[in-house]
């Protein structure tokens, strides 16, 4: 081999070498962008407002997406709402009647984004963010808690016993804060494998007992109800601690695997789940 060509290989194989380290470096880049992979991730939103997304445990997989929502969007959200909040009932399997909702008891409304533009907005911005169709997400459970109020420690899943029923499965679970709490109102994860703010004064006894968020007004939780594999995920139980100062207001988005055929649907899935619950509680009484 000549020494001309020699040098023409030499520089080959250096520019290779930068490609490559171009492509690798450019990997790590994507990679740092996508949600999960760092504990951070900032992205400008089209009103160049800032959102910040944590990371706030991998067991259960939880983050915490911070000015989600504007202070206007929220009291948008509230005022909505506030006509059809009534007390949170839940149909009795055996009687077909409203009955006392025993996991919380508060009030609640359903809004659906199909026939409200702001609404509609904020639920692509939940898909683009999230990368989980809007489509396949349930109407906007709206809920108010006065103090004394909570909601008992639950699962957002579909049991088995509903599951082939409704041929679905909820997938994933965003709470948005749509009120500060002055006190209380966490939501927290107890079956967590982590304590982090025990004797932390900032935090409520009840938020506590596992990994724990305070309601932010404009924040909100994105919680996976199913692990990597399509199992349910024990570790995803979660509990709206009670209110001790303050009102707190929540808009809850749960999203499916399947789109929805109708926002009825979505309510009928809702109704079905405590509605087994209950069965099951005669039955084994």
């Not at 349930?138 to 006065?146: C, D, G, K, S």
């Not at 049991?159 to 679905?168: E, K, M, Q, T």
């Not at 695997?257 to 509680?281: F, K, M, Y």
Request: hydrophobic share 40%; with cysteine; charged share 20%.
């Amino acid at each position: 081999m000549g020494q001309g060509c020699w040098v023409c290989m030499t520089a080959l194989a250096l520019l290779m070498a930068v490609g490559v380290l171009g492509i690798r470096q450019g990997a790590f880049e994507r990679e740092d962008k996508v949600i999960g992979w760092s504990e951070s991730y900032q992205h400008k939103t089209p009103a160049k407002s800032s959102l910040m997304v944590e990371r706030i445990s991998w067991n259960p997989r939880a983050f915490l997406y911070r000015g989600l929502l504007s202070q206007d969007e929220c009291d948008y959200i509230i005022n909505a709402a506030r006509p059809n909040m009534v007390k949170a009932t839940v149909l009795d399997a055996k009687t077909k009647k409203q009955v006392p909702n025993k996991l919380r008891n508060n009030k609640e409304a359903y809004i659906d984004g199909s026939a409200d533009d702001v609404i509609d907005q904020i639920e692509r911005r939940i898909a683009r963010y999230t990368f989980l169709p809007a489509a396949h997400g349930e109407p906007f459970h709206i809920m108010q808690y006065l103090p004394g109020q909570g909601y008992a420690p639950h699962t957002d899943w579909l049991d088995d016993w509903w599951h082939p029923r409704l041929g679905n499965e909820r997938i994933a679970t965003m709470i948005i804060y749509l009120s500060d709490v002055v006190e209380g109102g966490e939501t927290v994860f107890p079956n967590s494998t982590m304590q982090p703010h025990v004797g932390d004064a900032a935090y409520s006894k009840c938020a506590q007992q596992g990994i724990a968020v305070k309601p932010v007004k404009g924040d909100a939780l994105l919680l996976y109800n199913l692990l990597e594999n399509g199992r349910n995920d024990g570790e995803s139980l979660h509990q709206g601690c009670p209110v001790i100062r303050g009102v707190k207001w929540t808009a809850t988005k749960r999203i499916l695997v399947n789109q929805l055929p109708s926002p009825d649907t979505a309510v009928a899935i809702q109704q079905a789940i405590v509605s087994a619950s209950t069965a099951r509680e005669a039955l084994s009484g």
